[in-house]
């Protein structure tokens, strides 16, 4: 059935914001609906510069969230790709002075007042959730936790300095310093299709891509610091370019982290675990959006395509 632009006047701040219903209830369709509601408004914004930072990041969380979920109903990129031309040009032809897109700016600005209140939303994928906070007093920005280890990966932020957030992966402080940490993630230029294993579609497991077509990053800095109830861990941050290298990947793949024991270990044994890529586009804006000043913090939500 062909793609139809959905009118700016029917894109309500509730639905571009609003975050609220589970995922896991999400009607396929309305999902589908909702992320071309949020292409039209976003392209919209290209073309005229409607917003402030902050309602600009709260509309792409909200649409990189609604494509991870149509790539997790299996929609493909090239069908996405062309829905979203078929949408984008009409909403960019609409000028900026026209009844339908003042209309929708306001709508959404005023939507934006009540989101911003928010400080905390949670993202979940098929297998796990990033966890994302816009307190510039969390030391995590994004982050999911590997419960069986307790070890935590994702985005943090630097010390005295919130702004400076890195991809970063922190273990309990027991036994020896691993000599290095590895972050290993599919390499678009050796493989420019996601990698799910032997599935041509995500399967059962997560599946990290081998070292043929990897892209492996070093963590360049090791720090000693304590976890939110005061426990030591030590703190393992990469480059800044990490953030731009992971969220080139499809939220359905996976990325596996490396512990590398020093040669004085008694066990020699590499410890790796992997993590799921996940909605990490949507979860940084949405924890880099300013802090309102004088509001409350609205309580956490869980952040859903289709509402």
Known sequence: MPA?????????????LAQAAPVAHADAAAVRRTWLERVAITAADESCN????????????????????????NTSRAEMARLATEVRTPAKSLGCVHPDVVSVADIVRNGYRAFVKTNYIEYPAAHAIWGASRSVHDRWAVSQTDKPTAIMFGLRRAPA???????AIAMPAKGAVPSSVQLIMRDP??????????????GPKLTPPPRSISRIEWAGKVASAKDAVGDPIWVFSFNSSAIAELEQLDPREAIQIEF?????????????????????????????IPQATGMPAAETQTASAAH
């Open 4 to 16: 139809r632009f959905f009118p700016l006047r029917a894109l309500v701040a509730a639905v571009l």
């Open 50 to 73: 409607l917003f402030s930072d902050g309602e600009r990041l709260a509309l792409l969380s909200g649409l990189y969230q609604a494509e991870g979920e149509l790539l997790r109903a």
């Open 161 to 167: 300095k919130p702004d400076d957030i890195r991809v």
């Open 189 to 202: 230029t050796k493989m420019p299709e996601p990698w799910f294993g032997a599935f041509s579609k995500p």
């Open 260 to 288: 590398i024991p020093p040669n004085r270990a008694a066990d020699q044994a590499i410890k790796r675990i992997v993590f799921e890529v996940g909605d990490l586009r949507a979860a940084r804006a949405f924890a880099m």
